[in-house]
């Protein structure tokens, strides 16, 4: 479509891509003369790297770059003087990036290219430490009474499978004294401690094993004549 096919300059607007043919017909009184034009129309991308901002725990993030237009290629790129590298490659949409020079924001590009025509987008990414609590290895007792520790450089707070759980001084304490009802002469309950910061939760557990502490009765006192008895222990409680 023409805006005005008189001017020289006119615009025209075409309905889809392609290569186009245009001629320019110029007319005098006596002479008249014409020539052709071939121009190849294109589509536009309008690249789309995914969500503006992301918040991400931990060293590695999996990126959704979307194509535009299909048969378009696209290129990852990260934005000095950060440094991390992708997999498998640059190339994918779907590429893994890491970190390199440590936890901070990272601003990526991906730039999609469509025969030529090239559009960009930009995404940020606020890289956090991932909390790694440790919880230590599982345990056992005679009773129903332990003393938990975990290892951790950020806060949390202690919880169990076990609803009847109760923590000393509190469940927010990196040591903490714990008890629980016994159900069972030997049961094994589950303890996790969820440690946390602004944007990341990790969490580790610890398998107790308790056991009823058994009671032992050596039966009553006696005096013997002769040198046999008979012993009448009791086995409380194993």
Known sequence: IFVNPSLPNTTVVVNAPGVYIFVWHEISP??????????????????NAGPPQVHVCGTSYQLNAQYSVSGS???WSVLPPQQGYFTPNNTSPNATFT?????????????ENNLGCISKDT??????EMPMPNAGPNLATCGNTIELNVNS??????????????????????QTTVTVVLINYTQVDTFIFTAYSDYCTNRDTVLVTFSATPHA???????????????????IGS
């Open 30 to 47: 006596v002479c008249d003369s014409l020539d052709t034009v071939k121009i190849t129309f294109i589509t536009q991308p309008y690249a």
């Open 73 to 75: 290629t696209g290129t």
């Open 99 to 111: 970190i390199s020079t440590g936890y901070q924001s990272y601003y990526l590009v991906w730039t």
């Open 123 to 128: 995404i940020r990414l606020d890289f956090h």
């Open 153 to 174: 450089t950020y806060p949390g707070y202690w919880s169990s499978t076990n609803p009847t759980a109760q923590f000393h001084p509190n469940a927010n304490s990196y």
């Open 217 to 235: 009765e050596a039966g009553n006192v006696q005096s013997v004549c002769g040198y046999t008895t008979q012993l009448a222990a009791d086995t």
